[in-house]
């Protein structure tokens, strides 16, 4: 059986498959994962969806796809006040779509039959692409097949619709040279390969200006929590972070430099969904790529870790300030006595480091929040909202929040 009729599952939402520990005080090692939180009293958004209810029929129509991913869902619940939301989608019902129809991102014409495809085409007046595959293994044919040949498809349906394409894609691929050299630094065994999912994003970028259709494309950094609640469906990379230094961790694999620069997914929603009514307002006004990133409000890891530390002192918690090891400079195993550390140490810095090499070497991302061609997007952050958003973030992680 070939790999694209195999692959019919739904694309997963954007997250680093880290292993992390559960919190705990002052431990000199990394504690094992702790079985699933209650959570069930941590603030979430306020659910826009209206049930059965019926849409206004003069809403313009967006095909979504990974609306129950973790950006997707934000996506789409900034989208919903607007559009007529069908959701292509695989497993997962999403809460915010007025109509949902299933498809495989792999396969030709996303697996439907040729009236199907032209009738899904027939109704779109916009497309949105945010699913996709994001994890750090090292499975070439699974991203070739999901992310470059499923963004493939998309183009081709908003070329068919004759609508306008805005592709979710991560402004990490300006980092794939620093990727490429800090990956010789990772221990050889380690389970997490970035630049597989790098390499495969770029290769879905040029899919998709290769095709026809008038798309945007649209680069977010790490997506973290809702501005202030940091609530999230899912846990992410920069939560599994957080929990290593709520946890104790007395090492942290990356550069102190280096910036971790990190969107609310909300905020990254509201983007979106300006970008999309630009697009059906005047598609010839639409912005070839859109930068979604902190920019000079962006942390440094060093300033990361203070943050989460001043977060746990408020909350009666005393963490140890971590020693940065980076990488990218020098291999883990040149770490003092990097040996004598317990297994698990080991192999969540591993997974760590690997992580660290897409962040680059300190570089500040540029930002499209606030600018002149987009002026209704939501504004750039500062570095005082950068800290809080991180500070939100920590106390959802403390709440027992997943």
């Known amino acids: 059986m070939s790999i694209l009729s195999r692959l019919s599952e739904p694309v997963i939402p954007a997250r680093m498959p880290v292993v992390v520990p559960a919190p705990t005080l ?48 934000a996506i789409a619940r900034a989208l919903r006040p607007s559009f007529h939301i069908v959701a292509l989608r695989g497993r997962r019902a999403s809460v915010h779509a007025h109509a949902e129809i299933s498809v495989d991102l792999a396969s030709p014409r996303l697996g439907l039959d040729s009236s199907a495809w032209t009738e899904l085409a027939a109704r779109a ?15 070439a044919d699974d991203f070739h097949c999901v ?58 970028e040029r899919a998709v200006a ?14 973290m ?69 902190a920019g000079a409000a962006a942390l440094t890891c ?21 020693e940065f090891h980076d990488p990218a400079k020098a291999p883990l195993i040149d770490f003092p006595n990097w040996a004598g550390l317990p297994e698990r140490t080991r192999e969540v810095l591993a997974i760590q480091a690997a992580g660290s090499t897409i962040l680059g070497a300190g570089e500040v991302f540029p930002t499209s929040l606030g600018g002149r061609e987009l002026p209704e997007s939501p504004a750039p952050l500062t570095p005082s909202q950068a800290l809080r958003n991180l500070d939100a973030d920590v106390r959802f992680v403390l709440a027992g929040g997943r």
């Not at 007046?125 to 499975?139: E, I, L, P, S, T």
């Not at 809702?226 to 899912?234: F, Q, R, S, V």
């Not at 060093?302 to 971590?322: H, I, K, M, Y």
């Open 125 to 139: 007046d916009v497309v949105v692409h945010a699913g996709g595959r994001a994890c750090f293994d090292d499975n």
């Open 210 to 223: 290769a095709s026809d259709a008038v798309a945007c494309v649209v680069r977010p950094s790490v997506v």
């Open 302 to 322: 060093e300033e990361f870790a203070e943050q989460v530390g001043e977060t746990a002192r408020a909350a009666g918690l005393r963490l140890p300030r971590p």
């Open 26 to 73: 002052m431990s000199a090692a990394l504690p094992s994962p702790a079985s699933s939180p209650d959570f069930s009293s941590v603030p979430r958004p306020a659910d826009t969806s209206s049930g059965a209810e019926e849409p206004p029929t003069d809403l313009p129509v967006v095909l979504l796809t990974g609306a129950s991913g973790v950006v997707g869902e």
């Open 147 to 204: 992310n470059v040949s499923g963004s493939r498809r998309m183009a081709e349906l908003a070329h068919d619709a004759d609508a306008p394409l805005i592709h979710i894609s991560t402004a990490f691929v300006d980092h794939i040279d620093h990727a490429r050299e800090a990956a010789a630094m990772i221990p050889g065994d380690c389970s997490a390969r970035p630049l597989t999912y790098l390499e495969s994003k770029i290769a879905a």
């Open 225 to 293: 929590g809702d501005a202030g609640t940091g609530w999230i469906p899912e846990y992410q990379a920069v939560h599994g972070h957080i929990k290593m230094l709520l946890g104790g961790a007395r090492i942290s694999a990356c550069g102190p430099h280096q910036r971790l620069d990190m969107v609310p997914r909300d905020l990254l929603g509201r983007a979106v969904a300006a970008l999309a009514l630009r697009a059906v307002a005047d598609a010839g006004r639409l912005p070839a790529l859109y930068r979604v990133c």
